[in-house]
């Protein structure tokens, strides 16, 4: 063994202790050791040590895909974090639809982790393109592996309210600011959500604000416009509970297609 390995190697186990102190200070560490595997571990220490996130707290909540986190960023702004499971083979094969026929992601090697690494990428580069067109989604922050890192939608430590549970005091307004999201991002973000609903939108104050856009297909998808026809769908028959007078869906399907 070289000088320069046994260098390297004296470095890294200290490092990986100094990461270790870290974290084990924190309350979660006996909670994340149960529940993740050693890379995402691995991949935790690194944000942390990066300063990507100084503290990780509690969850905020827990699906069958990823757990969320609330964090504090190292300027003490609140971060979500997304940590998706590794380990879950129903979880592979449904995604599989949606990231083959989508062009950014083709010829693309899939090894069973990478697929989920992709799922997260996908997340926060769908994140980046809302963002820049206007669309209010999270602001991403990174993503590394299967973790993804993003603006926290809520206030000291507590999220946003679900739409479906939110007081909602000018429906015709929010329905509005929906569709126009839905036009702006299909038009100008070329993408459609695909799983939007009163379960998928958060109510910052009065301000609906977009999540869970790791499904969000390219406009050129062989199922974007049957996605497209549900989001609007979905959208339309909450609002309509509110008397809101909607757009009808037939139309609106058509000017965006042929837009
Ligand atoms: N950026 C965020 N800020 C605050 N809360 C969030 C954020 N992202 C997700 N959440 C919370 O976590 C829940 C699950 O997130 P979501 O992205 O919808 O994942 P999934 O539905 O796949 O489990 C949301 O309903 C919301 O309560
Ligand atoms: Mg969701």
Redesign the pocket.
Known sequence: MSEAFKKFERKSEKQEKAQRIKIKRSEEYEYLEGVFDKITLLTIYKLLNDEVFSELNGVIST?KESKVFHAIAKDGKELAVKIYFTGNLEFKKSIRKYIEGDPRFSGVKRKINSLIEEWARKEYINLESYSEVGVRVPKPVTVRRNVLVMEFIGKDGVSAPLLKEAVIEDPQKIYKKLIEYIRIGFLKAKLVHG?LSE??ILMLEQEPVI??VSQAVDVSHPLAIEFLQRDIKNINRFFRQFGVSVYEEDKLLKELVNA
């Open positions: 699906g799983d379960y998928n999540i869970d």
